[in-house]
């Protein structure tokens, strides 16, 4: 595989509707922003780009199949290589990745990765249900689906096995919408409290309205290229900021579509297979796990998300990662509810299983900048979404998790005022980042790490 | 040769519209300022009825129009599925259907939805469960009965329940649902 930089991006703002235009032109605004940030008209780098892959969820929302060559055409790709890729929430992540092996591989030096949800076109009830589909239609659509329900009982399992708590998960809710207040391609621009969460009208117990991502109209596209087409972008007259943004780690895992079905894995299978190499080197965290399995907690069960494990440790292995936490100056993490972000820095070894919980109210995953309106015990650490993630961004599916790596790439190009005309969201001197996209009850899970070359 | 239609028939159905606002003449200021209109939207149905087959998961749903729960077993692990599995995924061979109805059961994880999909909205607050079984591996998603749901508690995780079962069938998993083991 040869190297893979992510040079440019775009993102549309994300809206609740976005009826003034069809989804084709909305995808346009994020590519023609992405090129225009490289100094590029649209017929050069049309001429340049070697293919594309098309990101969305689902044809339920567009009533229409085929949406992803609609949009290769009207951005003027055709005849060019193109595909779409689906996989419920992380498509994102998926189409990043796949863009990425496109040019890795040699397939392509130039290729661009867009995606767009317009979830609008139906009431958000009927949304729901279309989301839920996404779920086992013989078993588990027709019990009651709903994927606020389904994430409400990973975390009553969460609560009951570890300890954590309500107020936890809103500090979740707080941080990302008081970030998001300065980002203004969020769709929300509000800054709330702990009380405001707990407030918010009940979805799912425990989850409030204010606990969960909203649904989206919106679109995203990144630019990645490799030397050679790095050469012929910059000999088209492109101008790329430096040092570059690579991609240097890529990890991915899956699941059993049911979470019903996950297993309860023993201590020693969880050790052997799981555990990351910081746990497994740690006598102190064997003796922690070796107590809670004592105390019951099997692995995966309903309260973690394999995929996630294995996409994290994938990643982390191929970036040359050990600890994640330390090693990352920020993470774009799916934050589809507050609950799912605590599981995650779980699963990504941000902390231990069980740990994610006081890791949510301690400070670490926090912005220095920022006032939040909480005392906040320790600094932060590792920025975990700095946009302000799903909960406040905006969750237009397929677009999500491109949107995810925008951010990421403006974080590490040191952009983030120009973008955003505000830089109290730009992580200092930000060197290394990830992105983390995740689907259904945690069935496919991507991780991805760029760095800023030295 | 017979004159051939070249025109088509107005019907009544549908969107009828007159007088949509427009610019008299198709001059450039014209043409530009058709930009500031706002969208148009209209209504598009989209209605299905599919004929889906539980294959050879049917034998479940036929054991619970007869008030049974069955399970699927490894013939050689004994790895146990509440959920029907026509093969195990560890060894990859077919599985054996076994007989879970008075299996001793508990409470997993729960929650309550007080909002959900369109299609169970007019059903909300309703209770829905995550189900263990003794010497079962793997969960069964159903609806609780029997308990509050304006008072849930994380002590319903744990609590022995019981499986009921639809006196007339849907044919849907919905057909078996649980409550407190002592109601």
Request: proline fraction near 4%; charge should be negative.
């Given at each position: 595989m040869r190297p893979v930089y992510a040079i440019s991006g775009g993102v549309s703002k994300f809206a609740k509707a976005r009826p003034d235009k069809t989804f084709q032109a909305i995808i346009k605004e994020a590519y023609d922003y992405a090129i225009a940030d490289i100094g590029l008209d649209f017929p050069t780098f049309t001429r340049i780009v070697d293919g594309s892959v098309a990101s969305y969820f689902s044809d339920h929302f567009t009533r229409q199949?085929?949406?992803?060559?609609?949009?290769?055409?009207?951005?003027?790709?055709?005849?060019?290589?193109?595909?779409?890729?689906?996989?419920?929430?992380?498509?994102?992540?998926?189409?990043?990745?796949?863009?990425?092996?496109?040019?890795?591989?040699?397939?392509?030096?130039?290729?661009?990765?867009?995606?767009?949800?317009?979830?609008?076109?139906?009431?958000?009830?009927?949304?729901?249900?279309?989301?839920?589909?996404?779920?086992?239609?013989?078993f588990d659509y027709p019990v009651g689906g709903f994927y606020s329900g389904y994430y409400a009982m990973m975390v009553t399992r969460h609560m009951k096995e570890f300890g954590t708590t309500v107020e936890q998960?809103?500090?979740?809710?707080?941080?990302?919408?008081?970030?998001?207040?300065?980002?203004?391609?969020?769709?929300?621009?509000?800054?709330?409290?702990?009380?405001?969460?707990?407030?918010?009208?009940?979805?799912?117990?425990?989850?409030?309205?204010?606990?969960?991502?909203?649904?989206?109209?919106?679109?995203?596209?990144?630019?990645?290229?490799?030397?050679?087409?790095?050469?012929?972008?910059?000999?088209?007259?492109?101008?790329?900021?430096?040092?570059?943004?690579?991609?240097?780690?890529?990890?991915?895992?899956?699941?059993?579509?049911?979470?019903?079905?996950?297993?309860?894995?023993?201590?020693?299978?969880?050790?052997?297979?799981?555990?990351?190499?910081?746990?497994?080197?740690?006598?102190?965290?064997?003796?922690?796990?070796?107590?809670?399995?004592?105390?019951?907690t099997r692995y995966p069960g309903v309260h973690s998300f394999r995929a996630g494990r294995a996409a994290g440790n994938m990643a982390w292995k191929h970036a040359g990662?050990?600890?994640?936490?330390?090693?990352?100056?920020?993470?774009?993490?799916?934050?589809?509810?507050?609950?799912?972000?605590?599981?995650?820095?779980?699963?990504?070894?941000?902390?231990?299983?069980?740990?994610?919980?006081?890791?949510?109210?301690?400070g670490k995953a926090f912005m220095p900048n920022i006032d939040y309106g909480l005392k906040l015990k320790e600094k932060p650490v590792c920025a975990v979404n700095p946009s302000g993630g799903l909960i406040a961004c905006g969750h237009p599916v397929g677009a999500t998790g491109l949107m995810q790596a925008v951010f990421a790439v403006w974080q590490l190009q040191g952009t983030i005022k120009k973008h955003f005309r505000d830089d109290r969201l730009q992580v200092q001197n930000a060197k290394r980042g990830a992105i983390h996209s995740h689907a259904g009850t945690g069935t496919y899970v991507t991780v991805s790490v760029l760095e800023r070359e030295s | 040769m017979s004159k051939l239609p070249t025109q088509r028939e107005e019907t009544l159905g549908g969107y009828i519209v007159h007088g949509v606002p427009f610019p008299v003449g198709t001059d450039d200021e014209a043409m530009e300022f058709l930009k500031k209109m706002t969208p148009i939207q209209i209504e598009q149905e989209y209605k299905i009825t599919y004929l889906h087959s539980y294959g050879q998961d049917s034998p479940w749903f036929a054991a619970l129009t007869n008030k049974r729960l069955l399970a699927s077993r490894d013939p050689q692990s004994g790895y146990t599925y509440a959920n029907p599995r026509?093969?195990?995924?560890?060894?990859?061979?077919?599985?054996?259907?076994?007989?879970?109805?008075?299996?001793?059961?508990?409470?997993?994880?729960?929650?309550?939805?007080?909002?959900?999909?369109?299609e169970f909205l007019p059903e909300t607050p309703f209770v829905l469960a995550l189900i263990e079984f003794e010497g079962v591996n793997t969960l069964l998603l159903t609806r609780l009965m029997g308990v509050d749901p304006q008072a849930p508690s994380l002590d319903w995780i744990g609590m022995e329940v019981k499986p009921r079962f639809l006196r007339n069938s849907k044919l849907k998993p919905t057909d078996v649902y649980f409550t407190p083991a002592g109601e």
């Open positions: 199949l085929m949406a992803g060559i609609m949009a290769q055409d009207y951005l003027g790709l055709c005849p060019k290589p193109g595909h779409r890729v689906e996989g419920g929430g992380a498509t994102g992540g998926l189409c990043f990745q796949e863009a990425w092996k496109s040019v890795a591989s040699g397939h392509m030096d130039v290729c661009v990765a867009y995606g767009f949800e317009t979830m609008s076109h139906v009431e958000t009830w009927k949304g729901n249900e279309f989301i839920a589909l996404a779920s086992d239609a013989s998960m809103a500090h979740v809710s707080v941080k990302n919408y008081c970030n998001a207040f300065h980002n203004p391609y969020a769709q929300k621009s509000q800054r709330i409290t702990i009380q405001d969460v707990r407030n918010a009208p009940m979805v799912a117990w425990p989850l409030t309205r204010l606990d969960i991502c909203v649904m989206s109209d919106g679109a995203a596209a990144v630019i990645l290229c490799s030397e050679e087409g790095l050469k012929k972008l910059e000999a088209a007259g492109a101008k790329i900021p430096r040092p570059l943004v690579k991609v240097t780690g890529i990890g991915r895992g899956t699941d059993a579509m049911r979470m019903a079905d996950r297993p309860h894995f023993d201590y020693e299978t969880f050790m052997r297979d799981y555990a990351t190499e910081q746990e497994k080197s740690s006598d102190e965290t064997r003796a922690y796990y070796k107590k809670l399995w004592e105390h019951g990662i050990r600890d994640p936490l330390h090693e990352l100056d920020f993470i774009e993490l799916h934050d589809a509810y507050t609950s799912s972000e605590i599981q995650t820095y779980e699963d990504l070894g941000l902390c231990r299983y069980g740990e994610g919980g006081p890791f949510a109210e301690s | 026509g093969h195990d995924m560890y060894s990859g061979a077919e599985t054996k259907w076994v007989d879970i109805t008075n299996v001793p059961a508990k409470v997993h994880a729960f929650t309550v939805c007080y909002f959900g999909s369109e």
